[in-house]
């Protein structure tokens, strides 16, 4: 779900008895109101700013315990009715992931309630999206059923009377892919019987990380008795929880109030069973020898597949294809395959966007496990909610992706730069706050990030759906960079490039300038422009009409992508005319030509990747 929080409590939250403990995220709207020793250990990676405890209430009542990681933040003005004991362990001057407390809390409650919501929304609008499976009580257990005929749906939907959940002692599946998401609707019937949640922890093996259990509407409370697994989810919104004694939360929890008695624990959300492969990692100056393509049929009547490349040069079949992936159905055709971007950290997920999938209301964003360089694996596809056509990946040091999504979710303007984390799960689409009336258009294409500033940049290229036949006007470009806060995700500056819109494809921040120097390219007009982030000030540096030999008509030359070195004084750059520029750009004014390689007219280069070795 689209929260860091493991705990969301929409009213209070009660801890009682002495030993509890969270390793996870506490989120709370109104009181807590802590007895006994009572322990969080909150974010792991302290670099991600997250916070332990977000609390939205004026009582805060904890008397002994402690907090470390991401610290304590309350968005209460009344400090005074505050009771505070948590000595030096207590971490109060934490910079968060939003600096305004109350948008930081509105912004996890609002999540989960979409969440929730969107369980009935994709029932009644999207029949492909949902199948509706069968329970059956048999023996003591409970076994659930997929109609055969839904085995591409990407969610089955379970009704299950209150007294079959309550007395169920183990549960079974079967007609179920491993791709497919379980969301079990108790129904009360009109019973006060409290629901005592025994959630499956090994009962689905392998769908455990996509188990779902909801309540709808009010009743009775909830009281939690065994585990709620890995990725697993109960969602309660206007009941209460009860954590009984020995029980744990190792996915996510919501409901009106949570109370929490001894010995109950909520462990750090980990990644889903199967989500995240093992990891590896190429060794400094060690030779890359697999190149990873992602590309389609050309007629749009086969699958679209990921090419495992042979790129050893010493090897006879150097060049050649090896493997290939093909993308599995519903949404495997047509999807004008796009770039791809492969995670640095542990560099065993590749992600890959489909620039066309919203055509065929189809996911655009598919992930592939690489642990196994010569041996790649499908893992899923997904969709963002408020987005779509899928441009650039950005690898994150956590293990996620930053991605450009340079249209809304038909298409048009904002688009959106959606997240998601190491455990590929979407966690939010930037900005989350409207772009001013007046803002020129966001539809972000090149991204690019300078982690030692605390810096991203995104380029403004075109506005997706004016490039469609049936629409009305012109081709709408764009011609705006945008500065972010990185750690916050939020727009700090936005650069109006001079002269009319061009389309700025992409934009690179030079490794290790000081000042964050990025270099843009304009692409209809064919300059490369530096940009400096403090002053807003813009500098045409070179433009592809220089380039020796022309190849074409000069004045139709066009920029495509920049691959700067890691020197920061050298930039690799596709241009129009089948030609790859090396250029010097060590005076930031003033670029000048080293060589360029000329692949033919006829050719179309675009992506540039550079080895660690160069």
Known sequence: MATDFNLISFGNFKATGGGSSIRGRLAVQHNVSISGTFSIGGARNVRQQRYSVVIGGESVTWRSGSVSGGGLLVTSTNEGAMQLDLGKSLQRQTVGGCDVASNCLISFFD??????????????????????????????????????????????????????????HYFT??????????????????????????????????????????????GPKVEVEGPVPFGGSLLAPQRDVHLLQGSSVRGVLVAADLHQYKSSRVLHQECSPGCIATPWRVPNNATETTL???????????????????????????????????????????????????????????????LLSLLSDQDGIFFFDVSEPRRPRFLSSTRARHSSITDDFLPLPSGGFLVTQMGSATGGAPGRLAEFDRCLRLVAEHPRKP??????????????????????????????????????????????????????????????????????????FIPHDPHGIAVAGAM???????????????????????IVPQLGEPSQCMVHLLTPMNSGDRLLASSSYGQVLLLDISNRARFHQLSVVNLGVTA?????????RH
Request: hydrophobic share 40%; charged share 20%; glycine share 10%.
């Open 111 to 168: 999540d989960a309630f979409s969440y929730f919501d969107g369980f009935t929304s994709d029932m009644a609008s999207d029949a492909q999206a949902t199948g509706a499976g069968s329970v059956t009580l048999l023996h003591g257990g409970l076994h659930f059923t997929g109609p055969r005929w839904a085995q591409g749906t990407r969610r089955l939907v379970f009704s299950v009377p209150l007294e079959q959940w309550n007395s169920a």
């Open 173 to 218: 599946k079967a007609y179920v892919a491993e791709d497919q998401e379980l969301v079990v609707v108790i129904d009360q019937d009109g019973s006060a019987q409290s629901l005592r949640t025994k959630m499956p922890a090994d009962g689905f093996p392998h769908l455990s990380n996509k188990l779902v259990v909801a309540l709808a509407g009010q």
């Open 292 to 354: 990873y393509v992602f590309a389609g049929d050309d007629a749009r009547l086969r699958p679209d597949f990921l090419a495992v490349i042979e790129f050893d040069e010493l090897s006879r079949d150097y060049g050649k294809v090896v493997l290939t992936v093909p993308l599995p159905p519903p949404g495997n055709i047509g999807n004008e395959p796009h770039h791809c971007g492969l995670v640095t950290e542990n560099r065993n997920i590749l992600a890959c966007g489909g």
């Open 435 to 508: 772009l001013p009336a007046d803002d020129p258009g966001f539809n972000p294409h090149g991204v690019s990030a300078h982690f030692d500033l605390n810096m991203l940049v995104t380029s403004d290229y075109v506005n997706p759906v004016s490039t469609l036949n049936a629409y009305a006007g012109g081709v709408e470009l764009r011609g705006t960079i945008r500065f972010w806060d990185l750690e916050r995700r939020e727009i700090s500056s936005t650069v109006v490039m001079p002269g009319p819109p061009m389309g700025i494809m992409d934009i690179k």
């Open 524 to 546: 209809f007009s064919g300059v490369y422009y530096t940009v400096d982030p403090t002053t807003g000030s813009v500098t045409e540096a070179y433009n592809c009409r220089q």
């Open 604 to 612: 179309g280069p675009h992506v540039l990747a550079l080895t660690q």
